[in-house]
């Protein structure tokens, strides 16, 4: 288990208003967000052990760190606001384009413009890639990194 839970140290873990915990990582060069009881995260955890042990980890302490990591979300994590393709920060509003290049549409009083690049380090770059969703498959946050 100890190299599931090193393994770990690269997801920003959180939790939602229902104590859902969620993962924030980079995944080819981009950000997404996973609930950590959904088979994505999972499949995640399980590449990475088996890419630093040529094993799989067992049922059993996979759940276990699964367990941790819950706790680390629900009781360590911040809470932040989970949607779905669509969402609203800092009185913008981000929609998900879905498309191969994960970017958003960032919409304000201003005007709107295509957030293209989610690590560009502006105000609308971590929101916009927080609500990632392959086709509605997972529900995503929608919130900055601090």
Request: hydrophobic share 40%; charged share 25%; with cysteine.
């Amino acid at each position: 288990m100890d190299v599931l839970l090193n393994v770990a140290t690269a997801a920003r873990l959180f939790h939602a208003s229902d104590g859902t915990g969620f993962a924030d990582l980079i995944i080819d060069g981009h950000r997404e967000t996973w609930p950590l009881r959904g088979k994505r995260f999972q499949a995640w955890l399980r590449q990475q052990y088996y890419e630093r042990t040529w094993d799989a980890p067992s049922p059993a302490a996979l759940n276990a760190a699964l367990n941790v990591f819950e706790a680390q979300a629900q009781f360590d994590g911040p809470q932040r606001e989970v949607s779905v393709r669509l969402a609203e920060h800092d009185g913008l509003i981000y929609l998900d384009l879905t498309d191969e290049f994960w970017r958003c549409v960032e919409i304000g009083a201003n005007g709107w413009r295509i957030a293209e690049d989610p690590r560009s380090g502006s105000a609308a770059a971590p929101a916009c890639s927080r609500f990632r969703s392959r086709r509605g498959a997972d529900q995503l946050s929608c919130s900055r990194r601090f």
